[in-house]
Protein backbone atom coordinates (compact mmCIF):
# COMPACT_ATOMS: atom_id res chain seq x y z
CA UNK A 1 0.00 0.00 0.00
CA UNK A 2 2.42 3.18 -1.20
CA UNK A 3 0.85 6.33 -2.04
CA UNK A 4 2.42 7.35 -5.58
CA UNK A 5 2.75 10.99 -6.52
CA UNK A 6 2.38 12.28 -9.67
CA UNK A 7 4.11 15.48 -11.24
CA UNK A 8 3.41 19.09 -9.79
CA UNK A 9 0.98 20.28 -12.53
CA UNK A 10 1.53 24.31 -12.59
CA UNK A 11 -1.84 26.68 -12.65
CA UNK A 12 -1.56 30.10 -13.26
CA UNK A 13 -2.23 31.95 -9.35
CA UNK A 14 -4.89 34.14 -8.71
CA UNK A 15 -3.10 37.64 -9.72
CA UNK A 16 -1.88 36.32 -12.71
CA UNK A 17 1.94 37.09 -12.25
CA UNK A 18 2.66 33.84 -11.06
CA UNK A 19 1.70 30.18 -10.72
CA UNK A 20 1.07 27.47 -7.68
CA UNK A 21 0.93 24.24 -7.92
CA UNK A 22 -0.90 21.04 -7.59
CA UNK A 23 0.62 17.56 -6.71
CA UNK A 24 -1.79 14.88 -6.89
CA UNK A 25 -1.40 11.02 -5.09
CA UNK A 26 -3.21 8.09 -5.21
CA UNK A 27 -2.42 4.20 -3.43
CA UNK A 28 -3.48 1.27 -4.50
CA UNK A 29 -6.95 1.75 -2.40
CA UNK A 30 -8.17 4.28 -4.63
CA UNK A 31 -7.66 6.96 -2.12
CA UNK A 32 -6.65 10.16 -3.41
CA UNK A 33 -5.40 13.23 -2.62
CA UNK A 34 -3.81 16.91 -3.61
CA UNK A 35 -1.75 19.25 -2.09
CA UNK A 36 -1.96 23.03 -3.18
CA UNK A 37 1.52 24.75 -2.85
CA UNK A 38 1.74 28.73 -3.73
CA UNK A 39 4.48 30.08 -5.36
CA UNK A 40 3.79 33.55 -6.36
CA UNK A 41 4.78 35.84 -3.13
CA UNK A 42 1.93 38.68 -3.69
CA UNK A 43 -0.81 35.57 -3.59
CA UNK A 44 0.71 33.75 -0.99
CA UNK A 45 0.26 37.25 0.90
CA UNK A 46 -2.76 37.84 -0.18
CA UNK A 47 -4.67 34.13 -0.18
CA UNK A 48 -4.57 30.72 2.13
CA UNK A 49 -5.95 27.53 1.29
CA UNK A 50 -9.85 27.04 1.70
CA UNK A 51 -10.39 23.54 1.87
CA UNK A 52 -13.89 21.82 1.89
CA UNK A 53 -15.52 18.66 1.62
CA UNK A 54 -18.93 18.27 -0.73
CA UNK A 55 -20.51 15.03 -0.42
CA UNK A 56 -21.73 14.01 -4.11
CA UNK A 57 -23.63 9.92 -3.85
CA UNK A 58 -22.43 9.26 -0.63
CA UNK A 59 -18.49 10.25 -1.15
CA UNK A 60 -16.61 12.57 -0.11
CA UNK A 61 -14.54 14.70 -1.88
CA UNK A 62 -12.10 17.34 -0.65
CA UNK A 63 -12.28 20.66 -2.42
CA UNK A 64 -9.35 23.41 -2.78
CA UNK A 65 -9.65 27.20 -4.11
CA UNK A 66 -7.82 30.61 -2.49
CA UNK A 67 -9.70 32.57 -0.39
CA UNK A 68 -8.43 36.11 0.92
CA UNK A 69 -6.57 35.25 4.39
CA UNK A 70 -9.37 37.50 5.96
CA UNK A 71 -12.03 36.10 5.09
CA UNK A 72 -10.12 32.77 6.15
CA UNK A 73 -9.58 34.19 9.66
CA UNK A 74 -13.33 35.44 9.67
CA UNK A 75 -14.52 32.06 9.09
CA UNK A 76 -12.00 30.38 11.58
CA UNK A 77 -13.40 33.07 14.56
CA UNK A 78 -17.09 31.97 13.38
CA UNK A 79 -16.21 28.57 14.11
CA UNK A 80 -14.84 28.69 17.33
CA UNK A 81 -17.39 31.43 18.80
CA UNK A 82 -20.09 28.72 17.43
CA UNK A 83 -18.21 25.67 19.21
CA UNK A 84 -17.87 27.50 22.20
CA UNK A 85 -21.37 28.77 22.27
CA UNK A 86 -22.27 25.05 21.87
CA UNK A 87 -20.22 23.81 25.12
CA UNK A 88 -21.44 26.71 27.30
CA UNK A 89 -25.12 25.98 25.96
CA UNK A 90 -24.13 22.07 26.80
CA UNK A 91 -23.05 23.24 30.48
CA UNK A 92 -25.65 25.46 31.03
CA UNK A 93 -28.15 22.97 30.22
CA UNK A 94 -26.53 20.40 32.81
CA UNK A 95 -26.76 22.53 35.27
CA UNK A 96 -30.41 23.24 34.66
CA UNK A 97 -31.82 20.19 34.22
CA UNK A 98 -29.71 17.05 34.68
CA UNK A 99 -31.52 16.40 38.10
CA UNK A 100 -35.48 16.82 36.50
CA UNK A 101 -33.90 14.54 33.06
CA UNK A 102 -32.99 11.67 35.75
CA UNK A 103 -35.96 12.09 37.77
CA UNK A 104 -38.04 12.37 34.38
CA UNK A 105 -36.84 8.86 33.69
CA UNK A 106 -36.87 7.32 37.19
CA UNK A 107 -38.34 3.85 37.46
CA UNK A 108 -39.41 3.57 33.74
CA UNK A 109 -38.80 0.75 31.55
CA UNK A 110 -36.41 0.54 28.99
CA UNK A 111 -39.27 0.74 25.91
CA UNK A 112 -40.52 3.53 27.58
CA UNK A 113 -37.54 5.01 27.97
CA UNK A 114 -36.75 4.76 24.25
CA UNK A 115 -40.48 5.55 22.88
CA UNK A 116 -40.14 8.98 24.79
CA UNK A 117 -36.21 9.69 23.60
CA UNK A 118 -37.63 8.59 20.23
CA UNK A 119 -41.17 9.71 19.83
CA UNK A 120 -41.90 6.02 19.83
CA UNK A 121 -38.97 5.18 16.77
CA UNK A 122 -39.52 9.00 14.69
CA UNK A 123 -36.16 9.12 15.38
CA UNK A 124 -32.49 7.71 15.70
CA UNK A 125 -32.02 5.43 17.69
CA UNK A 126 -33.89 2.26 16.76
CA UNK A 127 -34.86 0.40 19.54
CA UNK A 128 -32.51 -3.07 19.08
CA UNK A 129 -29.73 -0.28 18.47
CA UNK A 130 -30.77 1.60 21.98
CA UNK A 131 -30.65 -1.58 23.73
CA UNK A 132 -27.30 -2.57 22.60
CA UNK A 133 -25.97 1.27 23.83
CA UNK A 134 -27.23 0.26 27.04
CA UNK A 135 -26.33 -2.56 27.04
CA UNK A 136 -22.37 -1.23 26.45
CA UNK A 137 -22.64 1.21 28.47
CA UNK A 138 -25.51 1.97 31.41
CA UNK A 139 -28.79 3.58 31.08
CA UNK A 140 -27.46 6.15 33.15
CA UNK A 141 -24.82 6.97 30.93
CA UNK A 142 -27.28 6.72 27.46
CA UNK A 143 -29.69 9.77 29.56
CA UNK A 144 -26.18 11.47 29.97
CA UNK A 145 -25.48 11.62 26.60
CA UNK A 146 -28.64 13.65 25.96
CA UNK A 147 -26.94 16.79 27.04
CA UNK A 148 -24.69 17.05 23.98
CA UNK A 149 -24.74 20.23 22.30
CA UNK A 150 -26.93 17.85 19.28
CA UNK A 151 -29.00 15.84 21.24
CA UNK A 152 -30.43 19.27 23.52
CA UNK A 153 -33.49 19.88 21.27
CA UNK A 154 -34.45 16.55 22.63
CA UNK A 155 -34.02 17.20 26.38
CA UNK A 156 -36.08 19.86 25.71
CA UNK A 157 -39.04 18.46 23.86
CA UNK A 158 -39.39 15.51 26.81
CA UNK A 159 -39.38 18.01 29.85
CA UNK A 160 -41.58 20.44 27.63
CA UNK A 161 -39.68 23.23 27.84
CA UNK A 162 -40.65 24.78 24.58
CA UNK A 163 -40.55 28.45 25.97
CA UNK A 164 -37.78 28.36 28.20
CA UNK A 165 -34.44 29.71 28.18
CA UNK A 166 -32.56 26.59 26.93
CA UNK A 167 -35.11 26.90 23.91
CA UNK A 168 -34.43 30.01 22.86
CA UNK A 169 -30.55 29.06 23.16
CA UNK A 170 -31.14 26.41 21.37
CA UNK A 171 -32.66 28.36 18.27
CA UNK A 172 -29.90 31.19 18.86
CA UNK A 173 -27.03 28.65 18.17
CA UNK A 174 -28.88 27.15 15.37
CA UNK A 175 -29.23 30.58 13.61
CA UNK A 176 -25.58 31.14 13.86
CA UNK A 177 -24.95 27.54 12.01
CA UNK A 178 -27.04 28.88 9.41
CA UNK A 179 -25.27 31.65 9.44
CA UNK A 180 -21.96 30.16 9.36
CA UNK A 181 -23.51 27.51 6.42
CA UNK A 182 -24.17 30.87 4.70
CA UNK A 183 -20.34 32.40 5.00
CA UNK A 184 -19.27 29.15 3.82
CA UNK A 185 -21.44 28.97 1.04
CA UNK A 186 -20.18 32.80 0.13
CA UNK A 187 -16.94 32.02 0.39
CA UNK A 188 -16.67 28.54 -1.77
CA UNK A 189 -18.48 31.13 -4.17
CA UNK A 190 -15.78 34.07 -4.08
CA UNK A 191 -12.57 31.62 -3.53
CA UNK A 192 -10.72 31.62 -6.83
CA UNK A 193 -8.53 29.00 -8.27
ZN1 LIG B 1 -0.03 35.66 -7.88
Redesign the pocket.
Known amino acids: MSWEESPPIERI ?6 HYLVISRSDDWGRFEERWEMQ ?1 R ?2 SVEYGLYAYDSNRKGLATMHYSWLSRVVLQELSIAATELAQSKEALSVYARTEFVERWNRHFNGKTKKNVWRELTEDGKHYPSLPTFYAHVRHSTMQRELDRYFEWHTLPTVARVLELSRSELQSRIEHIQELERLLEAKHSHARQNSVT
Not at 13 to 18: F, K, L, R, S, Y
Open positions: CPCGNGCSC
